[in-house]
T-cell receptor, first 112, second 112 residues
Framework: GQQLNQSPQSMFIQEGEDVSMNCTSS?????WLWYKQDPGEGPVLLIA?????ELTSNGRLTAQFGITRKDSFLNISASIPSDVGIYFC????????????FGTGTKLQVIP | DADVTQTPRNRITKTGKRIMLECSQT?????MYWYRQDPGLGLRLIYY???????NKGEISDGYSVSRQAQAKFSLSLESAIPNQTALYFC???????????FGEGSRLTVL
């Protein structure tokens, strides 16, 4: 089956720093998504990408759909304490009968 | 009220017991999913359903079964729980054609 590998697995950063994380796949996806899980909660969608090469922003977050369709990255600018959580990438193949596969997650800790 | 509701939120049980985790959603979505979360392993897909008459195995379906009682309800059963099924379980719902999922708050299961 498809595997999504995220890196880094975890990171500690100072408040105000920029953050970058990425996700790679052994398979081609037609949709890439990024979710965030706050402690004690379920994941929540941050950004969805539907076209290779697409660059999309949501506030301080920016994500890109890799040209090869096998990777994606997420950047967070000027981190704040509430950015703490686990960030998951997810991919979906094209067609109406495709499941959503999640990555292993990147745990982010922000030091005030 | 939450769009995706899971019950119970926490459960401690013994090896060999039958356990059912229930999920209901109010978003009118046709697709529902069950994922399992373990530290460092991300979200792994157990079962998914694209409509009431459609049930599909995910990557880790052994030891689990599901029932889609209605469009809004999707339950996960462990027929004979074992300790390595101790994990955080998430139900999610979504619409056809996108990977955008809405998650419940999770059900933490401990098998002694």
């Amino acid at each position: 089956g498809q595997q999504l590998n995220q890196s880094p697995q975890s990171m500690f950063i100072q408040e105000g720093e920029d953050v970058s994380m990425n996700c790679t796949s052994s398979s081609i996806f037609n949709t890439w998504l990024w979710y965030k899980q706050d402690p004690g909660e379920g994941p929540v969608l941050l950004i969805a990408l539907y076209k290779a090469g697409e660059l999309t922003s949501n506030g301080r977050l920016t994500a890109q759909f890799g040209i090869t369709r096998k990777d994606s990255f997420l950047n967070i600018s000027a981190s704040i304490p509430s950015d703490v959580g686990i960030y998951f990438c997810a991919g979906q193949l094209s067609g109406g009968y495709q499941k959503v596969t999640f990555g292993t997650g990147t745990k982010l800790q922000v030091i005030p | 009220d939450a769009d995706v509701t899971q019950t119970p939120r926490n459960r401690i049980t013994k090896t060999g017991k039958r356990i059912m985790l229930e999920c209901s959603q109010t978003k009118g979505h046709d697709r529902m999913y069950w994922y399992r979360q373990d530290p460092g392993l991300g979200l792994r897909l157990i079962y998914y359903s694209f409509d009431v008459k459609d049930i599909n195995k995910g990557e880790i379906s052994d030891g689990y079964s599901v029932s889609r009682q209605a469009q809004a309800k999707f339950s996960l059963s462990l027929e004979s729980a074992i300790p390595n099924q101790t994990a955080l379980y998430f139900c999610a719902s979504g619409t056809s054609g996108t990977g955008e999922l809405f998650f419940g708050e999770g059900s933490r299961l401990t098998v002694l």
